[in-house]
């Protein structure tokens, strides 16, 4: 009975490690490099469609289900509109817009599924607000032979600004003011004698 007993528990703990390595190991997979390289493909469409200002292609490389958040937070889903949020974007704020994308990290979510970094630089843009640097969070689903786009979030990320001598700029865009500074204290007077308070500095009147 007390063998049976071990041999169980030593079957146990077989199959718990197992499990625990076979979990590790779904845990650490990575994207394939044939997915890597279809998703850096995804990447550079939507690149290219954006500084073609093509609401249409864009609209087309989302799901059914897809969502899109612009980088003012604005979110559409659907195919439909995400090509009128494009076509509004286009029109405003993104008038002669042009976007250098560039893929950071990829990670996969399963099979079908994956989530991707990006790094964005936006110039030319008519309204001054809407150019610089961001970052973007994208989930991508394989739908039959190719990846679309099941969710774009879009932040913009300006650098912070340095006052002179490292002051740093106020929220207003001017620099901070310096706090007040004590006065020097005069160091007192070693030949006073003891007991005795030494006397105020005498006021500029008395001096005169």
Known sequence: MMKQAMGLCAALLVCT?????????KQ????????????????????????QADADALAKL?????????????VARGPAAIRSQFQQNFQDMLRGAQVNLTVTDILPIDDRAAMI???????????AHANGPGRAV???????????????RAFMTPPMQQGVGG??????????????????RQPPDMNQPR??????????????
């Open 17 to 25: 490690a197992g499990a625990a390595t076979a979990r590790e190991s």
């Open 28 to 51: 650490a997979k990575s994207v394939s490099q044939k997915d890597r390289t279809e998703l850096e493909a995804l990447a550079q469409k939507y690149q290219r469609a954006f500084n």
């Open 62 to 74: 989302y799901t059914a289900d897809g969502s899109r958040m612009d980088a003012m937070g604005d």
């Open 117 to 127: 970094d990006c790094r964005f630089q936006v110039t030319g843009a008519q309204q």
């Open 138 to 152: 994208v989930i991508a689903r394989r739908e039959g032979n190719e990846w679309k786009l099941v969710s774009t």
């Open 167 to 184: 002051a740093g700029t106020n929220d207003m865009g001017g620099a901070r003011d310096e706090e007040p500074r004590e006065p020097l």
């Open 195 to 208: 007991g005795t308070m030494p006397e105020p500095p005498s006021s500029p009147q008395q001096r005169q």
